[in-house]
């Protein structure tokens, strides 16, 4: 069974950097899509920043150009480094990870921005 453990969260100043963690167990961490999504208080959870098993990655534009997602298949981890937060990145974080039928999620690390 896999599972997702993210680490990294806390609080920080607008302006200031957060990079989380995700961490796979099992073996199929290096042939899944995984992606990072976020669910403020008081709404849905959306998508922040995918990257697939070749590399590829795509980031939500409220995000471009101060997000960036990447992965070590070695250590089975994945990484969100965040830049230049804003109070509204406020928001649960969570690892997803997807292959074929396989839907797993992380169990959420809060990431607060005080303005």
């Known amino acids: 069974q896999v599972q997702l453990v993210e680490s990294g969260g806390g609080l920080v100043q607008a302006g200031g950097s957060l990079k989380l963690s995700c961490v796979a167990s099992?073996?199929?961490?290096?042939?899944?899509?995984m992606g990072w999504y976020r669910q403020p208080p008081g709404k849905q959870r959306e998508l922040v920043a995918a990257i697939t098993s070749g590399g590829s990655t795509n980031y939500a534009d409220s995000v471009k150009g101060r997000f960036a997602i990447s992965r070590d298949n070695a250590k089975n981890t994945l990484y969100l480094q965040m830049n230049s937060l804003k109070p509204e990145d406020t928001a649960v974080y969570y690892c997803?990870?997807?292959?074929?039928?396989?839907?797993?999620w992380g169990q959420g690390t809060q990431v607060t921005v005080s303005s």
């Open positions: 997803h990870l997807n292959r074929g039928a396989i839907d797993i």
């Open positions: 099992g073996s199929i961490f290096r042939i899944a899509h």
